[in-house]
């Protein structure tokens, strides 16, 4: 089967080429950060744009790339959600329309189930497994039972992982999206020098919090000279990973621990972070549970996930109506 897969759940406007013969035949990228770097954060309205401008040529270029037109593939999958209302609908409409002009069955994909999936994109999945889900918008633990079968054990309570990355970066005076940049910084930073706080560290459900971490970071920023120096820099997001590691691992385990599964995965664009994958595989090996890190160009938002997923469901028979809706918001929930 050929899956034509688009994500513009937020920022990046991708389509993919899922062959269930041959894996991922493409997968294609265009990323809006440069539009929304003068800003400090994404705009949703640019971004609903953004994918206006984008995602047809897009399309085109992928079909024409594999000689390939529209019938010419066995489904559409789409990401309806959760995300930006504006930018989704755009993912979706075109979605709709070429599987109606080419009379395609349509799926529409969960953004975080897509993300899960993407691990089944470098190894075969090892289920059931805990999967730590963090990116901007996302830090969830989710008990995945089987392919379509999830539970949702833990969530933040305020921010996400990602916006702790990204707020900190900000005050460093970093580019957005800056959990890169920490990361990049953190391999030359002291771990010694700056110990921020681990939130709820001692509290006993499988829950995180991130909100505190910001204030402290602007405490230890606000303390520094001016300009900074690009030692002070790197110890402070140094301090920041291995702060938001920490307590990301902490939660991991205790789930993996407490629902007795084999195998953890990381899922979402925090796990591209090199710290929390060195991390998880020193604490899995010790633990004796399997673990393989997702490919990174499949860690951050990717149409090739979404092809993965919406090939996963419209295998089992599932199939989404031109009424399919978008939501801004709502849990992960199992389809089998
Ligand atoms: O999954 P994603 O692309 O979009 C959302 O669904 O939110 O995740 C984007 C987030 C941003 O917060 C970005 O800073 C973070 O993932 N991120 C990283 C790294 N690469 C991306 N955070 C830490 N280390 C990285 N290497
Ligand atoms: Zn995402």
Redesign the pocket.
């Known amino acids: 089967m050929k899956i034509l897969g688009i994500e513009t ?2 920022d ?1 406007t991708s389509v993919a080429l899922y062959d269930s013969d041959r894996g991922v035949a493409e997968n294609l990228l265009s990323s809006q950060v440069d539009l929304h770097d003068q800003f400090g954060g994404v705009v949703p309205e640019l971004a609903s744009r953004a994918h206006l401008v984008n995602l047809l040529p897009l399309v085109d270029h992928l079909l024409q790339r594999h000689e390939l037109r529209p019938r010419d593939l066995d489904g559409v999958a789409v990401t309806n959600g959760p995300g930006l209302i504006g930018a989704l609908l755009v993912g979706l409409s075109t979605a709709k329309a070429i599987a109606h002009a080419a009379d395609l069955p349509l799926v529409g994909v969960h ?1 975080i189930e897509g ?1 899960l999936l993407a691990n089944a994109l470098t190894a075969e999945l090892v289920l059931p497994a805990v999967f730590l889900v963090v ?4 830090t969830e633990l989710i008990l995945a039972r089987d392919v379509g079968v999830y539970e949702r054990l833990g969530a933040t309570l305020d921010d ?1 992982a ?2 702790a ?2 707020k900190s970066a900000k005050l460093l005076g970093l580019p957005y ?4 940049h ?2 990049r910084l953190a391999a030359s930073g002291d771990p010694e020098r700056f110990q921020l706080p681990r939130p709820l560290a001692r509290d006993p459900r499988l829950v995180f919090s991130f909100s505190g971490l910001k204030t402290a970071v602007r405490l230890v920023v606000e303390a520094l000279p001016r300009p900074l120096a690009d030692q002070d820099v790197a110890d402070v997001c140094r301090g920041v990973q291995d702060a938001i590691v920490d307590v990301l691992c902490q939660r991991l385990f205790q789930a993996a621990k407490e629902t007795g599964v084999g195998a953890v995965y990381l899922a ?3 796990a ?3 710290g ?1 994958r060195a991390a998880v595989a020193k604490l899995a090996k010790r633990h004796r549970l399997h673990f393989t890190p997702p490919e990174r160009v499949y ?3 990717n149409a090739a996930m979404i092809a993965y997923a919406g090939w996963q469901q419209l295998r089992a028979g599932r199939r989404d109506g031109l009424d399919l809706d978008s939501f801004a918001r709502a849990p992960l929930s199992s389809w089998r």
Do not use: K, M, Y
């Not at 999206?177 to 890169?180: E, K």
């Open positions: 759940s937020c990046d953004h993300h990116s901007g918008g996302h996400a990602g916006e990355f990204d999206p800056g959990g890169p920490i990361d979402g664009g925090v591209a972070n090199g929390l860690c951050t938002d």
